[in-house]
């Protein structure tokens, strides 16, 4: 990968992770700010402690923030940590314009 | 000394939900298993796949003129509708028999509907008429009462999905005290936005109607009403009423587990059953059948039948079913609809059916009486219900009256053995009183900032007024000519609790799930405990809790309800819960590891006086050895305190010292916040445990006047109180002249003082003259929910010092044969009268007797 295509993709992350963590703090009441949150802390737990009622607002945080639509079929796990959370927005992210891409191939 | 328990039977029932419109049509239509849950054309709108149990056919008042039906909001309406059934049922005609009624409603979200046109931004469907009358989550027993004259007094249990079956409960405990012969207990709840948005929202929704115990989970929402007449047996049968029933037990409990899940072990569940079967000395082996809460929802057919399995040994013999696929889930109006279909069908030997039902699912392994009426003759059976916060409530009834050996009890004494407070006079109840004695005036009074945009919906909203001929005509007097902005311009101030740091005295405080209103009540009841000597060691179900609420967690509502639009499927499910009033209750519970009973009274101001009265039945009646009782409020927005007293006749100020109460020219009135908590135990269990006694509670009164649609009747209101007086002192066996100290709760207007002036001329006669009178709201400001408790601290603190305090900042006094307290004045005070009213005319009287 290029310098300048490995930056774009950190960026991307970074800017992912942020939403994320702005997100969270907004709708779940932590009194924290962004810079307090690292990356791999776990959502439940431990962690930001959130709890079952705590996960329905996480998936309404990604349909606001970044119009995805959690389906039955995924696989949980991505509810770990801020981190797992922001690979599966990316992810998302990735099959959207794929899905975009074809569409604009069939079209034309 | 025992006592045996009186026997309540049900000799009236009211119904109304989708599938019928009074009680003949309920019973026709549970024997013809009808699903009222259907698509719903309302919610389809916002929601894929909305269902729901509404009710929509047309409903008809011939008693009441359009007028009143405009202004009332379909809660009220609907626990009208069928109260007026039930009694018409009952054969109790207005007059005698309905002024010894009591009335207890229970409803999860009242005084909404007034307010859905604001929340929806629709201005110009608002109607400030409406919104006075019906849109206090409190007017709703205060308008039924009035509209059906019963003068019995009255609360109002919001305990979520527990209301109703929680109503029936403290309906009950009344007609132990012997106050009332006659209890009417209703459960009402039409479906909002709000609500259905938050259970939507939470994925607790099934697609299509809810089938319990089976195939895919998920719960549907439904509407409606019920009521039963409670009745003292001997009662029953001396004036010849039909008897449908008899309640014979009952208890509740707390998980203390968790704002929405139910406990996975089912404790509390297991607690709240093995509580009711135990005050009738039941066994398990006596239950014949089981009406369960059965919401469909996952989580709670699992929890619910694991702890059906831990209490009963032989629960495979024992038919269980839910009646939630006939009509959804209820609300706060589930537990008395669901009592009324066992009383219609268990008499003709028939068990309702669980309808819709498939495959059960995994954990669900019980006989549910799937989708076909099951034969048996039940002798006793049992109703439960499960509520958001880890409220539970049970209640075991008959179809047959005396079905069970009597039950009895050992009355016991009630002492407060501990006092917490918060106010704007001081974060801890040590400091507000130490201010108090060295009449350090108040330095807490916030001015209120009226911003542009606030102004701005008080003129589209008073020029909505103007438009509607119907409600110029109803606000009249008040606005005509009203200069609003000049109006609005006023200075006005509240008692502001400031610099506040909970994590410094709280031990277990998670700040993320605490709203303002809760922090206050868990730093009030932190103090109680603590000052009590009570530390939790896994014995939290031996203390109870029982709060009383006015406005409730406004902030939390109203940030809750701004997230529903544009896009209601988006709702902040993490506000729902704490939206409810049993939140605080809950909230403070699940904090401290409380498990006892558990009650949320939203009766409006002075809720924590009716707290205190049914926390002095819990523990009167050994059923609680110790019990919390309190309240808590948190500053309304300012827009809310603008209207509140733009439509009532309080004079807001800026001036502490202008708050003058029982002044010949009141002119002051200062709202405030803040939290009280005293905690209640059977006195030898305190002498026992060698806790130090602050005062015993000897007796109470409660009354209420049935003239909310005339405010200005002074004569129905002082002559409410007047009989609540009596009654207290009447059980606490003292005369008048016997008391040392009166301390009423009035507000400071008009109004208010002259009902508190002239019950007391009437009740207390030429004592009046001698007994120091005192209030001390000017000190902490009109905490709403909570002045009669700060009141009895006060006076408690002036028991132990044998000196009463004045009355802070009143110069002239409205009445010149009593004896207000101007000065400091050393006097031992041994028995003491505390008084106060309800905004909707429900009167208490609490008589307090000094520790030996």
Known sequence: MSNTGLNAVIEQRQQVLEQIKAGLIERLNLYQNVQQIDDDTPLFGSGLKLDSVDATEVIVLLDETFNIRVKEGDDPSYMRSVNTLASFVIGKQGEMAADKAAEKAEKA | ?852
């Open chain 2, 1 to 852: 000394m025992t006592v045996t328990r009186k026997r309540v039977v049900i000799t009236g029932m009211g119904h109304l939900s989708s599938i019928a419109t009074n009680v003949p049509e309920f019973k026709q239509a549970l024997f013809d298993k009808t699903c009222g849950i259907k698509p719903s054309k309302k919610y389809l709108e916002w929601f894929e796949d909305a269902n729901a149990s509404e009710v929509l056919q047309p409903l008809s008042w011939p008693e009441l003129s359009d007028e009143m039906v405009a202004s009332l909001d379909n809660a009220a309406l609907w626990a009208y509708k069928v109260g007026h059934e039930a009694l018409e049922q009952g054969e109790l005609p207005p007059g005698a028999l309905r002024d010894r009624t009591a009335l207890i409603i229970g409803v999860s979200s009242a005084g909404t509907e007034a307010f859905i046109p604001l929340i929806e931004q629709r201005m110009e469907a608002f109607s400030l008429q409406k919104a006075i009358i019906s849109g206090s989550f409190a007017s709703c027993s205060a308008i039924v009462s009035s509209l059906l004259g019963l003068k019995g007094g009255f609360e109002l249990v919001a305990t979520a999905c527990t209301a109703s079956t929680n109503a029936m409960g403290i309906g009950y405990d009344l007609i132990q005290n012997g106050k009332n012969s006659t209890a009417l207990v209703v459960g009402t709840e039409p479906i909002y936005l709000p609500t259905f948005a938050g259970f939507y929202a939470l994925h607790a929704m099934k697609r299509t109607p809810s089938s319990p115990f089976s195939g895919s989970p998920g719960m549907s929402i439904g509407e409606g009403a019920g009521a039963l007449l409670l009745e003292e047996y001997e009662h029953a049968v001396a004036r010849g009423a039909t008897i449908y029933g008899e309640m014979v037990s009952y208890a509740t409990s707390c998980d203390a587990y968790h704002e929405t899940a139910p406990d996975p072990r089912g404790e509390g569940a297991v607690q709240v059953m093995r509580h009711a079967l135990q005050n009738a000395a039941l066994t398990p082996e006596d239950i014949g059948y089981i009406n369960a809460h059965g919401t469909g929802t996952e989580a709670n057919d699992r929890c619910e039948t694991l702890a059906m399995k831990k209490v009963f040994p032989n629960i495979m013999d024992i038919p269980v079913s839910s009646t939630k696929a006939y009509v959804g889930h209820n609300i706060g109006s589930a537990g008395i609809i669901e009592l009324i279909a066992c009383f219609l069908t268990l008499p003709e030997n028939k068990i309702l059916p669980t309808l819709n039902f498939s495959t059960p699912r995994p954990n669900c392994d019980l006989n549910y009486v799937p989708n076909e009426f099951q034969h048996g003759d039940v002798r006793l059976f049992m109703k439960n219900n499960y509520a958001f916060g880890g409220n539970n409530c049970c209640v075991i009834a008959s179809v047959k009256p005396a079905q069970s050996p009597p039950s009895v009890y050992a009355p016991k004494r009630v002492a407060i053995t501990g006092m917490g407070a918060v106010s704007a006079a001081g974060h801890t109840l040590q400091a507000m009183l130490q201010r108090m004695w060295q009449q350090l005036t108040p330095d807490s009074l916030q001015p209120l900032q009226l911003d542009d945009k606030t102004r701005e919906e008080f003129r589209q909203m008073l020029g909505a007024i103007n438009k509607n001929s119907e409600s110029r005509a109803f606000l009249n007097q008040r606005f005509a000519g009203m200069d609003i902005d000049s109006e609005l311009d006023k200075a006005t101030g509240v008692h502001q609790i400031t610099d506040l740091d909970p994590r410094k005295t709280l031990r277990r405080f998670d700040p993320r799930k605490a709203n303002l209103i809760s922090t206050f009540a868990l730093l009030a009841l932190t103090q109680a405990m603590s000052d009590a000597g009570r530390k939790i060691k896994r014995d939290g179900q031996t203390l109870g809790m029982i709060l009383g609420m006015s406005k409730g967690p406004q902030a939390t509502v109203d940030r809750y309800l701004q997230s529903l639009f544009p896009d209601p499927t988006k709702v902040r499910t993490s506000e729902f819960p704490g939206s409810l009033m049993n939140a605080i209750s809950t909230f403070c519970s699940i904090s401290e590891g409380i498990k006892g009973y558990n009650t949320s009274l939203a009766t409006g101001i002075n809720a924590g006086l009716g707290a205190l009265t049914y926390g002095y039945e819990l523990v009167r009646q050994a059923l609680q050895p110790q019990v919390i009782v309190g309240g808590a409020d948190e500053n309304m927005s300012t827009f809310a305190v603008y209207l509140q007293a733009l439509s009532g006749d309080l004079q807001l100020t800026c001036d502490a010292a202008a708050f003058q109460v029982y002044s010949n020219h009141a002119q002051g009135y200062i709202p405030g916040e803040g939290a009280a908590m005293l905690l209640l135990e059977d006195l030898q269990h305190a002498q026992a445990r060698g806790a130090h006694i602050h005062a015993e509670i000897i007796g109470y009164g409660k009354d209420n006047d049935g003239s909310f649609f005339d405010p200005h009747d002074v004569v129905a209101r002082s002559a409410s109180l007047s009989r609540a007086i009596g009654q207290a002192l009447q059980e606490a066996a003292i005369e008048p002249h016997e008391l040392d100290l009166v301390c009423g709760t009035s507000d400071g207007t008009p109004l208010r003082n002259t009902v508190e002036i002239d019950a007391l001329r009437h009740s207390l006669g030429e004592a009046r003259r001698k007994v120091p009178l005192v209030n001390y709201n000017g000190w902490f400001g009109l905490v709403e929910s909570s002045i009669g408790l700060l009141n009895i601290a006060v006076v408690s603190e002036i028991m132990r010092r044998g000196e009463i305090l004045p009355i802070p900042y009143t110069q002239e006094f409205c009445a010149e044969d009593f004896h207000f307290v101007t000065a400091p004045l050393q006097q031992t005070v041994n028995t003491a009268l505390v008084i106060g009213a309800t905004e909707g005319g429900n009167h208490y009287a609490v008589v307090l007797r000094k520790a030996a």
